[in-house]
């Protein structure tokens, strides 16, 4: 049992993405629990990942890498949890802010929350303040994260924020700003509870947001 969650949790870390499929089915054709598999191997896998990226021993690239290869291993065994089997750490909104189309940092932040067990729903690219806000209104997520990769369209952070407050949801809902160009400063500037300047400070993060919670 300890040595298919080992096999998956090094495929992640190795960046597999070709063999998980498998080595998932393989598991649960053996019996293991759906959970195991994701909680001590695709997410522990994921653990690994994202200090080795903190600490400079790995880049982007391989990075992407295993969190595709995460995420395939999770299509996989999604499908055999009932519900409710994965405790969610609490449900994170991530969207690129409107104007801008850039989304593969956002994409991976996503990843990465997703394989440190966050319910993450992805609204994609160029999304206006009125939308971002329709959708903290109905899925009312615990964390907001909002990415931009231009200086043009950083401001859009700060509008999304403002609305939030105008409509009385600040309060609801935490919101995590980060893109090449944001940096500390500006998120404290613009009133975000957090800054995140690459996957793995995101969650950092929402593991702190979410245990403060708690
Ligand atoms: C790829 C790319 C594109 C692709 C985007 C493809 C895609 N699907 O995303 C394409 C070709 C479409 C593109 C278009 C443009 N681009 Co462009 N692009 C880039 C490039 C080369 C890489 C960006 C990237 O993906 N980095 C890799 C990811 C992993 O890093 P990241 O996005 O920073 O994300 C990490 C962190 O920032 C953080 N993070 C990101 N989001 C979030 C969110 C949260 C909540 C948290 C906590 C953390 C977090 O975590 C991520 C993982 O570590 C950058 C240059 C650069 N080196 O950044 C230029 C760059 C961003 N682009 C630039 C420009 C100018 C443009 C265009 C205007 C070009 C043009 N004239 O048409 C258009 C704008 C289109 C639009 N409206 O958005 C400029 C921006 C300059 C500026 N100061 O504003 C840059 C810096 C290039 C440059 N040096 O001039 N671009």
Redesign the pocket.
Known sequence: MADHLNTIRDAVIGGKHGEIKGLVQQALDAGLDPGAIINDALIAAMDVVGKD?GAGKIF?PE??VSAVTMKAGLDVVKPRLAGGERQSRGTIV?A?VK????????N??SMMLEGAGFKVMDLG??LSVEKLIDQVKSIQPDIL?????????MPEMQKVIGELKTQGLRGTVKV???????DRAFAEKIGAD?????????VE?ARRFAAAKA
Request: glycine fraction near 16%; charged fraction near 10%; aromatic fraction near 4%.
């Open positions: 990226f982007v990075m992407l991530m690129t104007g801008d189309l850039h989304d593969i940092g956002k991976l932040v690219v160029d994260g909002l990415s931009a990769l231009l200086t043009t369209t995590l700003v980060g893109g090449a160009p944001v957090g800054y995140g300047a690459n996957a793995a400070e995101a993060l």
